[in-house]
């Protein structure tokens, strides 16, 4: 099975950019769709965005579309969230997750992914 782990999370003042990474290792990430999901405080984690194995099509949630951009490099076995115009809404625990099962269609719903890595904190200053 693959293992993820995420990187790049940190402390930016609102408008700001980060980059968030997710690194795949144990089986090729193209053997998986990926998304991001985030985990804001005392809320259920949520949908952020997600891209097909090989990154032709993609999925956003209304709240980042525009803003966050989510790609994937398998050559790298690496997936990333590019993220611009950060808000204070923003702040969360951030999920990199991976599915085998749906790899063509990328699917916003969380128990459709298998795998999940740890999570890195997002943290946005007003």
């Known amino acids: 099975q693959v293992q993820l782990v995420e990187s790049g999370g940190g402390l930016v003042q609102a408008g700001g950019s980060l980059r968030l990474s997710c690194a795949a290792s144990?089986?090729?990430?193209?053997?998986?769709?990926m998304a991001w999901f985030r985990q804001l405080p005392e809320k259920e984690r949520e949908f952020v965005a997600a891209?097909?194995?090989?990154?032709?099509?993609?999925n956003y949630a209304d709240s980042v579309k525009g803003r966050f951009t989510i790609s994937r490099d398998n050559a790298k076995s690496t997936v990333y969230l590019q993220m611009i115009n950060l808000k204070p809404e923003d702040t969360a625990v951030y999920y990199c997750a991976g599915s085998s099962r749906w790899r063509v269609r990328p699917i916003p719903d969380q128990d459709k992914y298998d795998y999940w890595g740890q999570g890195t904190q997002v943290t946005v200053s007003a």
């Open positions: 891209i097909s194995w090989n990154g032709g099509t993609t």
């Open positions: 144990g089986r090729p990430l193209s053997n998986y769709g």
